[in-house]
């Protein structure tokens, strides 16, 4: 059974930094992307960052200077380090794996349950 299970999330005040990790099992990751996703309340779920099969990054702008999406592919973890936190990072954070196209929610095939991340002001 493939299982993605988040951790990481939790309050934090504007500025401030959090660690988000991703550990996947269930089967070889190999050939899939492990990104990062976001849905606010009353929002769409988002693109935030991804590693793809090929070792390359790729972030939402808002992201870019600020998040570090890592990848450790022995281990199938991906990690999220989430600096410089603005009150609009709040949502609940996803972890997902898949071989489609990378900025979708829809290329991906594994998704994690999510853990929240609340940036107060």
């Known amino acids: 059974q493939v299982q993605l299970v988040e951790s990481g999330g939790g309050l934090v005040q504007a500025g401030g930094s959090l660690r988000l990790s991703c550990a996947a099992s269930?089967?070889?990751?190999?050939?899939?992307?492990m990104g990062w996703f976001r849905q606010a309340p009353g929002k769409e779920r988002e693109f935030v960052a991804a590693?793809?099969?090929?070792?390359?990054?790729y972030y939402q702008d808002s992201a870019k200077g600020r998040f570090t999406i890592s990848r450790d592919t022995a281990k199938n973890t991906v990690t999220l380090q989430m600096n410089s936190l603005k009150p609009e990072d709040t949502a609940v954070y996803y972890c997902?794996?898949?071989?489609?196209?990378?900025?979708?929610?829809?290329?991906?095939?594994?998704w994690g349950q999510g853990t929240q991340v609340t940036v107060s002001s």
């Open positions: 590693f793809s099969w090929s070792g390359g990054t």
């Open positions: 269930g089967r070889t990751f190999r050939g899939y992307a």
């Open positions: 997902a794996a898949g071989r489609g196209f990378i900025r979708i929610a829809t290329g991906y095939d594994y």
